[in-house]
């Protein structure tokens, strides 16, 4: 510590303005194998000395660090009831480690959920994922597309009735769905069918053209539809 803190006084003396009881705070860092980077990089050290000084002349502010060894302190300054101040140093190496470990799993979970919405947005065929309460999770383009009456809508979050019934009342009067009474009676079946899981059915959307549905159900409680 001694012969860091001499090879680095006159430099400090310099570019620091601080006390000698700042000063001999700065001493004690070095001597528990604190990095000030001062050889390295000389106006990065300034700054850092003039961060954990700030700690040490306001109590109450906190500062964490990296050390020489690669592990992680987190320093507080207190002050006492005579006007001293009490310097802080607490190890939180394992709680860096696990937060890194959190951001890693973060950014994977981040690069699966891109990939999944990619493969969805590829099929070719219309994809959605309900939840056990049978509101939409996600859906495809292809997917929305069968239903321009509702995409508009808050279509994440909607449920399946109320999708459903959206999509039909607004072809009321189409070839499909001449009348209401025809249209409340397809809206019981499919929904129906939509609780009846490998049930297969074919509909003529508003477009004249024909799709063929299929649900499934997750493990969690949810359905897949295609």
């Not at 190496?93 to 470990?101: C, D, G, N, P, S």
């Amino acid at each position: 510590g001694d012969v860091e803190w001499n090879r680095n006084k006159d430099w400090f003396d310099a570019f620091v303005e601080a006390d000698e009881k700042e000063k001999l705070y700065i001493k004690n860092m070095l001597d528990n194998g604190e990095n000030l980077k001062v050889v390295t990089n000389p106006e990065k050290s300034v700054s850092e000395i003039e961060l954990v000084l700030n700690v040490y002349r306001n109590p109450g502010q906190v500062l964490e660090r990296q050390l020489r060894d690669g592990r992680w302190i987190r320093m507080a300054g207190h002050r006492t009831s005579d006007g001293s101040t009490v310097s802080t140093r607490t190890d939180i190496t394992e709680l860096k480690k696990r937060e890194e470990v959190l951001q890693q799993s973060e950014a994977a979970a981040s690069r699966a959920q891109r990939l999944l919405i990619d493969a969805i947005e590829a099929l070719n065929d219309g994809f959605v994922l309900f939840d056990a309460e049978h509101r939409i999770v996600m859906a495809n383009s292809n997917y929305k597309n069968m239903f321009p009456e509702t995409v508009n809508a808050q279509f994440k979050g909607m449920r399946f009735e109320d999708m459903i019934r959206d999509a039909v009342m607004g072809m009321v009067g189409t070839k499909a769905f001449p009348t209401p009474v025809e249209a409340e009676v397809y809206i019981e079946k499919r929904i129906e069918a939509f609780l009846q899981f490998g049930v297969i059915e074919e509909r003529q959307l508003e477009s004249g053209r024909w799709v063929r549905i299929s649900d499934q159900e997750t493990s969690d409680g949810g359905i897949v539809g295609i």
